[in-house]
T-cell receptor
Framework: DQQVKQNSPSLSVQEGRISILNCDYT??????FLWYKKYPAEGPTFLIS?????DKNEDGRFTVFLNKSAKHLSLHIVPSQPGDSAVYFC??????????????FGGGTRVLVKP | NAGVMQNPRHLVRRRGQEARLRCSPM?????VYWYRQLPEEGLKFMVY????????ESGMPKERFSAEFPKEGPSILRIQQVVRGDSAAYFC???????????FGQGTRLTVV
């Protein structure tokens, strides 16, 4: 049961253009969403997050959009840079009271930014 | 403020041996998660711990795997009688509290030969 899905395993984009990464989820209890970036042989690095009470959050070149009715979120990177080439993971969590909130990850999208 | 520290970075074990993976969370963080990444796959949740408590172990295999987070010292993920299928990257993450970002360590790459 894959609750968080990233349907595009890879994405290739020209330097300077926009990268759009998509993520879909099925669990309506998810209320907090995050994007992580991962280079080979390193741990995931937090990029940006959004709470379910918002529909947009922006941080520099990164913007995350949340469409709760469609259970869909996206990450926009503009302009894309060669250093952005990495695997990007979407993650979601649901407040579980005393049990805390584990992160459920999508399968990742490999982004290649061509110079 | 040091980040999440995992050691060793690389671990080679023969089939049947035990593997011990250590994770020291960020200062002030009392929540620790363990995730496993198999080759060409995403991150799979294994276990969530707070100090001296296992909160959620729904992702842990029923046999051979155990985890602890003692009052003092790092969190330990233990894999007994390792098999080749245990070869993966194991990541630890810590966070301060609810709905905050989790910070990941560099991971331990376990290779079972």
């Amino acid at each position: 049961d894959q609750q968080v899905k990233q349907n595009s395993p890879s994405l290739s984009v020209q330097e300077g253009r926009i990268s759009i990464l998509n993520c879909d989820y099925t669990n309506s209890m998810f209320d907090y969403f995050l994007w992580y970036k991962k280079y080979p042989a390193e741990g995931p690095t937090f990029l940006i997050s959004i709470s379910s009470i918002k529909d947009k959050n922006e941080d520099g070149r990164f913007t995350v959009f949340l469409n709760k009715s469609a259970k869909h979120l996206s990450l926009h990177i503009v302009p894309s840079q060669p250093g952005d080439s990495a695997v990007y993971f979407c993650a979601a969590s649901a407040f579980q009271g005393a049990a805390g909130n584990k992160l459920t990850f999508g399968g990742g999208t490999r982004v290649l930014v061509k110079p | 403020n040091a980040g999440v520290m995992q050691n060793p970075r690389h671990l080679v074990r023969r089939r049947g041996q035990e593997a011990r993976l250590r994770c020291s969370p960020m200062k002030g963080h009392s929540h620790v998660y363990w995730y496993r990444q198999l080759p060409e796959e995403g991150l799979k949740f294994m276990v969530y711990l707070q100090k001296e408590n296992i909160i959620d172990e729904s992702g842990m295999p029923k046999e051979r795997f155990s985890a602890e987070f003692p009052k003092e010292g790092p969190s330990i993920l233990r894999i007994q009688q390792v098999v080749r299928g245990d070869s993966a990257a194991y990541f630890c993450a810590s966070l301060h509290g609810q709905n905050t970002e989790a910070f990941f360590g560099q991971g331990t790459r376990l290779t079972v030969v």
